[in-house]
C-alpha cells in the first residue's frame, strides 16, 4: 500500500475530510464540519492532512497559542486506513511542527471515555494533568453581587489568583472555547480591558474570581475561560455569574471545571456538571 504523505490542508480537502468526519465515531457527531472553515482560515492554526495518491485520508492541528505553547487537536483518520500507522505519524508531523516554531509546550485533551487514545498520547510522550468536567447553567434575571474589574484592579486581582491557585494546573485558562494556555498578568490585563474579569469580595477582600473566554464558535454561552477562589467566593462567583450573563443577553453559562472541589460547589448550588464530558487535560515538553 502507498505511504501517505503528510501535507498542510488545501481548501479544496474539506469535501473528503468532511466525508470521512461523518464516520468517526460509532454514536456522535464529529464537530470537524462546524470548525473547518474557521480552522483553516486561522492563520495561527496548522492543519496536517495525509494524502494517499491524492486522497486525504487524515487530519491533525496544531495551534500557536503563545510564543513558547501550542495546543494539538483534531487528529482523525478515515476508518477505511485505520492501523496503518497513519495517526502516528499525523502526530510526528504535528510535534515536529511545534518544535520548528519554538514551542515548547503543546497540550491537548481528550474525552476519558476514548480508551485507545489515552495510551497513544502517552506513547507520545504527554503526561497527564488532571481531568476537567464541561458545566452548563442557564442564566438568570436577578441582581448580581459580582463587580466587574477595571484595569486598575489588575494587580490585586493578580495577587488574589496567586493565592488561589493550589497547584501548577490551575493557572491554566481556556481559551478560544477549548484549549489550555497558561495565564499571565499580561492576559488578565488584557481580559480586564474587554471588560470580561468579575469578581466578588468580602469587605474589600477578593474572594473570588473569573475571567470570559472568547469562543471558538459563539452558541449564546457565557463561557468560562478561569475561576477560582475561596470555596464561599466560587460559590457566589457562579450564583453571581448567571445573572451577569443574563444581564449581558447570554442564555447560559459553561465551562470546563477541574474535577474535584469545584465539581463539588456546582453540584451544591445545583449546576449542572457532566458526568460523561470529562475531558482529561495532557502536556509535553518539546
Ligand atoms: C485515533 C486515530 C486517529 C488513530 O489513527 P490510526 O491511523 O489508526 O493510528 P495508528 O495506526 O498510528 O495507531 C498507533 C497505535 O495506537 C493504538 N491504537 C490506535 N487505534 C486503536 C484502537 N482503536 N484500539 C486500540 N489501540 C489503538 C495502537 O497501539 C496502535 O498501534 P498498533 O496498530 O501497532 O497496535 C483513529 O482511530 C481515529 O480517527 N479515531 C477517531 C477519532 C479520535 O479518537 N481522535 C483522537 C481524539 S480527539
Known amino acids: 500500500m502507498t505511504k501517505a504523505h503528510i501535507r498542510p490542508a488545501q481548501p479544496g480537502d474539506k469535501a473528503q475530510i468532511l466525508a470521512f468526519c461523518q464516520h468517526t465515531w460509532d454514536d456522535e457527531a464529529d464537530y470537524i464540519p462546524t470548525v473547518w472553515d474557521l480552522w483553516l482560515a486561522d492563520p495561527a492554526g ?4 495525509a494524502d494517499i495518491n491524492g486522497q486525504p485520508v487524515g487530519m491533525t492541528r496544531l495551534v500557536q497559542l503563545s510564543d513558547t505553547e501550542g495546543w494539538w487537536e483534531g487528529l482523525r483518520v478515515d476508518r ?3 492501523r496503518r500507522g497513519i495517526g502516528s505519524r499525523l502526530t510526528q508531523t504535528a510535534l515536529d511542527l511545534g518544535h520548528s516554531l519554538g514551542l515548547t509546550t503543546l497540550r491537548t485533551c481528550i474525552n476519558v471515555t476514548n480508551t485507545s487514545m489515552h495510551p497513544f498520547v502517552q506513547h507520545q510522550g504527554f503526561s497527564p494533568l488532571g481531568d476537567y468536567a464541561i458545566y452548563h447553567a442557564a442564566s438568570e434575571n436577578a441582581p448580581t453581587a459580582l463587580r ?6 489588575c494587580d490585586r486581582a493578580w495577587a488574589a489568583i496567586n493565592r488561589f491557585v493550589e497547584q501548577e494546573r490551575d493557572l491554566l485558562f481556556v481559551v478560544r472555547g477549548a484549549k489550555w494556555q497558561a495565564l499571565t498578568s499580561a492576559h488578565l490585563a488584557q481580559r480586564l480591558g474587554q471588560s470580561w474579569v468579575w469578581g466578588c469580595f468580602e469587605g474589600d477582600t477578593l474572594v473570588g474570581l473569573f475571567i470570559r473566554s472568547p469562543m471558538e464558535n459563539p452558541d449564546g ?3 468560562t475561560g478561569w475561576l477560582g477562589g475561596t470555596a464561599a467566593g466560587v460559590q457566589a462567583a457562579l450564583h453571581g455569574l448567571c445573572r451577569v450573563a443574563h444581564s449581558a443577553g447570554f442564555r447560559a453559562i459553561g465551562g470546563f471545571l477541574p474535577q474535584g472541589t469545584l465539581a463539588t460547589v456546582l453540584k451544591t448550588i445545583g449546576h449542572e456538571c457532566s458526568d460523561t464530558s470529562v475531558y482529561r487535560l495532557y502536556e509535553k515538553r518539546l
Do not use: C, G, S, Y
Request: net charge negative; proline share 0%; no cysteine.
Open 46 to 49: 496548522h492543519i496536517l492532512v
Open 80 to 82: 477505511a486506513f485505520r
Open 148 to 153: 466587574l474589574l477595571e484595569k486598575d484592579d
Open 221 to 223: 454561552t457565557l463561557w
